[in-house]
């Protein structure tokens, strides 16, 4: 029994001290920073849903930390409203990125690894779906393959996550106006290098065929004329180092696409790569995705300000990595950062809004109740709801 505890102390101590293990941080000052208030409750038009995956208060904490200093705010912590949201899926304390994304984009609890799809077989209506019944322009933004968990749960229906090959033919079925982010692969036939399809379905010329403009770099996406586009920059997730475009262009050119549309429209931006540095216990890597992520939080923020019918919700799908943040003997300007574990945790997770009732995101919540009141302030009518 003795040797039981002491293989397990051994684990957990290898757990906590793999990655990077310090972060500079910048010198305390006074932030200038403006903070947004509470705006007047009106109509909504329209929604950007920011999810920052695999992000937890350590993992934002950190980012300020080092990129603006204990006296600043990333522009993630300039929204008036907080809240708390637990996460656990409908077969586990833990979630993972499918139940959590279809909590948001469904309403309803699920499975590990379901693609808003449920344990009985039946597939649930996403916001996304709903919104383009009432003609709203929809968008999906992501780091990852497009094809990625996340983004997956908004326009796709399938039982496993991993079936991305089988998630990009329901997005070319989704209608959804603009998509961008990686996973070229899963788009081109088998016989081309680099696919990872199994089949010869080009589905680029397939959206092509349905009046989509397919763009591979920064500069084809920022010219491109036309309010449907597919960009895939990269044949798998896109690279974390030297990225192009950055999430902050990508949301720039998503939302000029998306904005001329007087029945408003619903816009999904995810910092699929948070996550990834929590899987690898690498506090660099998180701290480059916060302030890529940030830099689209931004973003969201100014087109909120200035157009005053547009709510914006920041959350994330759940924590990874249980990380957390200790001093150093040596050194009182950095911090030491510890991991519990390379998987997800079961710790709840923050929310922010900013935007006409962003005060109905204040205090805890159900994941489900994140979508659910999205489609209740949306006037969606009928929600959560099962396809028929």
């Known amino acids: 029994m003795k040797f039981k505890y002491i293989i397990l102390a051994l684990i957990f101590g290898l757990a906590c001290s793999s990655g990077k ?8 000052t006074t932030s200038n920073i403006e903070r947004f208030s509470l705006v007047e409750n009106k109509p909504i038009k329209n929604v950007i849903l920011l999810i920052a995956d695999g992000t937890g208060l350590a993992q934002i904490s950190s980012g300020q930390l080092n990129l603006v200093g204990a006296g600043g705010y990333l522009n993630m912590q300039r929204m008036p409203v907080t ?3 637990k996460t656990y899926s409908a ?14 984009s469904c309403g309803m609890k699920t499975n590990n690894g379901m693609i808003a799809y449920l344990p009985d077989g039946k597939h649930c209506k996403t916001l996304v779906e ?17 094809t990625h968990a996340t983004p997956a749960s908004f326009a796709a229906h399938v039982e496993s996550r991993r079936n991305q090959a089988g998630i990009a033919e329901h997005f070319v079925e989704s209608g959804v106006d603009v998509l961008l982010g990686g996973g070229k692969e899963y788009f081109i036939p088998k016989d081309e290098e680099g696919s990872s399809r199994n089949d010869d379905r080009n589905l680029i010329e397939e959206f092509e065929n349905k009046g989509y403009v397919f763009v591979e770099t920064k500069e084809e996406m920022q010219n491109v004329e036309g309010d449907k586009l597919l960009g895939l920059f990269s044949n798998e ?3 974390s180092e030297g990225r192009t475009p950055t999430s902050e262009e990508m949301a720039k050119v998503a939302l000029s696409k998306l904005q001329d549309n007087e029945n408003g429209f619903f816009l999904m931006i995810e910092g699929s790569q948070i996550d990834w540095g929590g899987h690898s216990n690498d506090a660099d890597y998180v701290i480059r995705e916060v302030k890529d992520f ?11 300000e200035k157009d005053g019918e547009t709510l914006v919700v920041l959350t994330a799908d759940h924590e990874t990595g249980g990380m957390t943040m200790l001093n150093t003997s040596e050194d009182p300007k950095k911090l030491k950062v510890s991991w519990v574990t390379d998987y997800h945790t079961g710790i709840p997770i923050s929310m922010a809004a900013y935007g006409p009732h962003a005060i109905q995101f204040s205090g805890w919540h159900e994941n489900t109740d994140v979508g659910i009141k999205i489609a209740e302030l949306m006037n969606f009518g009928e929600f959560p709801v099962i396809k028929k």
């Open 91 to 104: 077969n586990s304390l833990i979630t993972d990125s499918a139940a959590g994304a279809t909590a948001y």
């Open 130 to 146: 709903i919104a383009e019944e009432r003609g709203m322009s929809t968008g999906l933004v992501a780091t990852s393959t497009i």
């Open 294 to 304: 940030d830099a689209a939080v931004k973003v969201a923020l100014d087109f909120a």
């Open 83 to 85: 809240g708390v949201v």
């Open 21 to 28: 293990q310090e972060i500079d941080v910048k010198p305390t």
């Open 237 to 239: 997730g896109m690279p």
